[in-house]
Structure formats: structure tokens, C-alpha cells
């Protein structure tokens, strides 16, 4: 039998299959051991699929445009962290897009590279490197987050300017959404056993 | 008395942080993930204590120095978070003045206060419940990131609001000093070890029944 470690109070359960949609629980402390997802690696490489293609939109179009004394701004997320670069801030600027741009598509990318071919039952060259880096760069995404600032500054500056929502806030909802939904669709345990069982 | 649950460090078995792979800790390296097993993360009482130290050091300058200045028709002001926050209140924008409060001034503080609370409980100083003290880390660890909104706030304003002598945000030290605050207190919460407080009641539990009867189950 197998045997799973609770990462919260370290006690050692043995581990075996739960039925879909149902997750094992840690006897002692009740946290979470390891679940099973129905059709996670559907789930996980269609979600990761389409957040790829809406970074594509998310990146081509403004999020916010802004018109004030006869000119006109626009807001993306490359112009958030590139303008704060330019302004001398550079360390928040490559923290800012390393929170909202390469982050997200890093983890992306990942899932979908990882996902796809153990869909076949097979693992791609690489995959235990791509997948360890992707619970290393998971708490680093924070498109969420960023989506709340959208809210706020939007609220800043109504007063101020004329200000209008583009493609790209209405996609970036969606990514996060996309990207929540990718996380979710598939479980660590489950993900590295299937890694596991297709060897390398 | 009733046994306890098996733990895997009295096996000297290992749980491995990146993929969940249980192997012995003599192993040194995961055998599914090749990450490096522990059977407690190491000096994380010390790591822990040292990024929130730093934290704190780095809270007086991020509620006290302006994040960014905002200058408009030659008119130039400058606001610190906690200003931004009065501004929305004085609008009667009050359910963002709320956000920005909890999100920017009481999270990160609630997690100094939390971390250190947890960290003396791991060695020992304070006993409290681990279930109680369980929750709080989870919660610092799922609640952190969303002090980073102020951080996105000016970074939104700077790219958007570039209008020449018309007006213009730039961005100040303090946001700097705002987004280290942030950062340190995530690093601290993952250099924490949950399993410590678990380890610390287990033997409080051991000593306090030493005239041990034998184990009727
Ligand atoms: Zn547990
Ligand atoms: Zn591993």
C-alpha cells in the first residue's frame, strides 16, 4: 500500500484511492491529504490551453484607456511594469511583472507541457524539472490580485478622467478564472503519480 | 491513555515539499522529484524570525513614506498608503477604504503578529492549541498576497496616468519599502514549519503523563 505524509502535522496514513470527486483527509488534523478530480488531466490541459490563448488577447489589447486634457493613455500589463522600470523604480517593476506576466505563462506553459503528453500516458522530456517549477512559481501568480488593483485605481481616478474598460480588463477576468481552474483541476499527488507510472 | 498516530519522522521517513513522494529522509534526495527531503525544513524557527524582523524593520518606512506623488497642473502631492485610504473615506468610497485597510495596513501586520505567535509556539513559549494555530498559518499563507494590491495600484497609475504638464504619477521609495514588506512576510510564512507546533505538543503530551500506565487500546 501506498503511504501519504500529512505536510501540516507529519503524520504518516497509508493511501488508498478515493472514489472520484472525493478527497482522503488527514486523521489528525484534517487538512487535505490528496484528492481525486474527475477528468483532471482533460480539465488541467484544456484550462491551461485556453489561458494561453486569452494572455494572447490579454497582452494585444488595453485594459483601461484614459483620456485627459486631450490625450490619451492606455494600461496593459507589459506598460504597468515597464513604466514603473522607466521611471527609475526598477526592482518593483520587474517584481510587477514577474507577479502578473511571466508568472502566469510560466505556469501555463508548464501545465500545458506536463499535462498534455500524460494525457497518452507518456511524460515529456523534462517533465519532473517543468513540474517542480511550477509549485515554485504557483504562489508568485497573483493575476487576481492585480485585478483588484485594476478595480481600485479605477475608482482613484474616475473622478479625474475619462476612463474606459477595453478587451483586455474583460479577457484578464477570464485568465484568472482560466488560470484558478487549471490549479485547481488537478491534484500534486495525483499529478506526480501519473509522472511516476509514465516513467521518463 | 490512547496511542498517538504514527508520525513519519519516527520512522525517519520524509514527505517530500515538492511532490508529496514519501522516502526515507536517509535518502537525501526525492526519488520521484529529486528535491531535497527533510524530515523538519531546517532552522526555520530562525529563517522564519529573521524575515519577519526584516519585515517589521521595514513597516515604519512603508506606512510613513509617500508610495508615489501625483503633480497636476503643476500642483505636486504626495501619498502615503494609509493617505490613500483616507481619501476613499472621505468620498464615502468606504467599502474600498476597507479593502485597502485590511488588504495593505492590517494583513501584513496580522501576519508579523500571527508568525511570531506561531513561532514561539513552535519552540515552546506559549501553548496554545495547534488546531487554533494551524488555522492562523493557513490563513497567512492564503491572505499575504493581497497586500501586493497597493504595489499594483501604483503601478497602474504610473502607466496610465502619463499626461505630460497636464498630469502625472510617479512612483516614491515608499512603495519600495511596501512591496519588501510584502515579500519578506511571504518568504516567512513559507520558512515556517507547521509540523513544529504538532512536534511541541507531542511533547508536552509525553512529559506531562510520565508516570505512564501501560497502553490498555
Ligand atoms: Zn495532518
Ligand atoms: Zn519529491
Known sequence: MQRVVCHFCDTLHEAPAVPEGTAARCLRCGVVLYQNRPASLVRTTAFSLAALALMGIVHGFPFLIMRAGGMQTELSLYRAAHELVKEGSLVIGWGVGLCTIVAPLMMACGMLYVCTPLLFGRAAPGARVVARWISLTEPWNMIEVFLLGVLVSLLKLGQLADLEFGTGFWAFAALMVCMAAAVAGIDRNELWDRLEVAGE | ?217
Open chain 2, 1 to 217: 491513555m490512547r496511542r498517538r498516530l504514527p508520525k513519519a519522522s519516527d520512522e525517519g521517513l520524509a514527505g517530500c515539499h515538492t511532490c508529496g513522494k514519501v522516502a526515507a529522509v536517509s535518502e537525501g534526495r526525492c526519488p520521484r522529484c529529486g528535491g531535497k527531503l527533510h524530515l523538519r525544513k531546517p532552522a526555520s524557527v530562525q529563517r522564519t524570525v529573521a524575515f519577519l524582523l526584516a519585515a517589521a524593520a521595514l513597516y515604519v518606512p512603508a506606512n510613513i513614506l509617500p508610495v508615489m506623488v501625483m503633480s497636476e497642473w503643476g500642483d505636486v502631492m504626495e501619498s502615503t498608503i494609509l493617505e490613500g485610504m483616507v481619501e476613499f473615506w472621505k468620498r464615502e468610497a468606504y467599502p474600498i477604504a476597507v479593502v485597502i485597510f485590511v488588504a495593505s495596513i492590517m494583513i501584513p501586520l496580522i501576519k508579523i503578529v500571527a508568525l511570531s505567535w506561531l513561532c514561539a509556539a513552535a519552540t515552546g513559549r506559549v501553548k496554545p492549541s495547534p488546531q487554533v494555530l494551524g488555522r492562523i498559518y493557513w490563513f497567512t499563507e492564503l491572505l499575504g498576497r493581497w497586500s501586493m494590491v497597493d504595489i499594483f495600484v501604483v503601478s497602474i497609475l504610473v502607466a496610465l496616468v502619463q499626461f505630460g504638464t497636464v498630469m502625472t504619477v510617479e512612483p516614491r521609495p515608499g512603495a519600495l519599502a511596501f512591496g519588501g514588506v510584502v515579500v519578506l512576510t511571504m518568504f516567512a510564512a513559507m520558512s515556517f514549519d507547521p509540523r513544529l507546533l504538532w512536534d511541541q505538543l507531542d511533547l508536552e503530551q509525553a512529559t506531562d503523563t510520565i508516570p505512564a500506565l501501560p497502553d490498555n487500546e
